[in-house]
Every structure is written in C-alpha cells, then in structure tokens.
C-alpha cells in the first residue's frame, strides 16, 4: 500500500512573498491564518529574505520566506484557503507581476502531479526563482524521499539572481500542536 496516496496528511511547501505595508508583519498574520485553519499544521518555516524584485522591476523589494505544513486538505482545498487569506490581508490584484500587500503560491505537494487550469504541482517556475529556492532550501529536510532537496541544491548551482536575496532576519515558528504532540 502507497502511504503517501492514503495518509490522512499530505505534507507541502508554500512561497509567501510581500513588498507593500509592513512586509514582516503581513507575512506572520498569514502564516497564523494558515495555522489557525483546523485543516493545516504549519511545521517549519524558513528565514526571512529581502529580495530585489524579478519579472517587474520598478517596485520595492519584497520580504519572501517559505514553510512547510501537513495539511488534510486536498491541494485545491488548499489553494483556496491561501487565496482566501490573500483577501482578508488586503491582496489587490492590479499590475501583473506588481507590487503586493502578501502573495502565497503553493509550490510542492507530497506524492502530487497535477496539471489543471486551477493548480500546477509541482510549481512550474519554482526552480527558476532564487526567491523561492534559498527560503526553501532553509526547510527541506536532506532526506526528503522524491529528491527535492538535491533538486533545489542543483538548480541553485545554476539559476541566477541569487545575490538578489538577502538574510534579513532569523525566524522560528514553534508550533504549539507539534510541540504537544512530542
Ligand atoms: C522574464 C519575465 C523573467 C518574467 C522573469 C519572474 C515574472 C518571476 C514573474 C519573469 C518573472 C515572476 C516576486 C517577485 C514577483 C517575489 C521577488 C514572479 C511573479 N513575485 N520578486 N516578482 N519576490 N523578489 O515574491 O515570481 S512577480
Ligand atoms: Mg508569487
Ligand atoms: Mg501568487
């Protein structure tokens, strides 16, 4: 029997990106609004990262940052608690690429390929972004059984733009149902 097609957990990765308002602030309040979902654990997150921005460049720097969650939530469900956290911090979608009070993009679900007009797992462009790749590279444990972290460890060899994501700040999350649980 395959584990990860039957836990009642998938495990996931998620990019969080902010360059409008207090980018540190916006970044923790999404990241409680995950946890506070009874369907998401929220298990790791990465250091915070202050990043020049890529894709549209007259705008401020970004603060971007990434976590690991286990969630019983099915990857759409997923993406749709994120977006609806979007909302309620303030997300206005105006000049594509432009700047943003909070963005969360789900990279990575355990065991799953899709390719929907909805959701594109795994990420199709996150082993492009040095954004993306050092905060995830913070969190990806080396064992990771799909190869992932020997993923991102090559493409970070060879993708550009990594001196374009600065260490801002160290960060912690202790998750109080984790911690209960040991
Ligand atoms: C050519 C054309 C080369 C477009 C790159 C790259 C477009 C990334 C969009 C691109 C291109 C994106 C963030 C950002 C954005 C972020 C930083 C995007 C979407 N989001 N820059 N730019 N951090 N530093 O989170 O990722 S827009
Ligand atoms: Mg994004
Ligand atoms: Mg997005």
Redesign the pocket.
């Known amino acids: 029997m395959s584990t990860s097609s039957t836990s009642e957990f998938s495990e996931a990765y998620i990019?969080l990106?902010a360059?409008l308002g207090d980018r540190e602030a916006t970044l923790m309040k999404a990241i409680s609004a995950l946890q506070e979902h009874p369907g998401i654990e929220v298990l790791r997150g990465s250091h915070l990262y202050e990043?020049?921005?890529?894709?549209?460049l007259d705008q401020p720097?970004?603060v971007?940052m990434a976590v690991a969650l286990r969630t019983t939530l099915a990857p759409e469900e997923l993406l749709s608690v994120m977006l609806d956290v979007e909302q309620r911090l303030g997300r206005e979608r105006k000049i594509?690429?432009?700047p943003?009070t909070v963005?969360l993009?789900l990279l990575w679900v355990a065991g799953r390929e899709m390719d929907t007009a909805l959701l594109t797992l795994p990420h199709p462009?996150m082993m492009?972004?040095a954004?993306?790749l050092i905060p995830l590279s913070d969190i990806v444990p080396e064992g990771e059984p799909s190869g992932l972290y020997e993923n991102i460890r090559r493409a970070l060899g060879t993708i550009d733009g990594k001196e374009?994501?600065r260490f801002w700040k160290t960060y912690n999350w202790h998750s109080a149902s984790a911690l209960s649980e040991s």
């Open positions: 990019a990106g360059n990043t020049d921005p890529v894709g549209y720097c970004f971007n594509r690429f432009g943003r963005d993009d462009r492009e972004r954004f993306v374009g994501v």
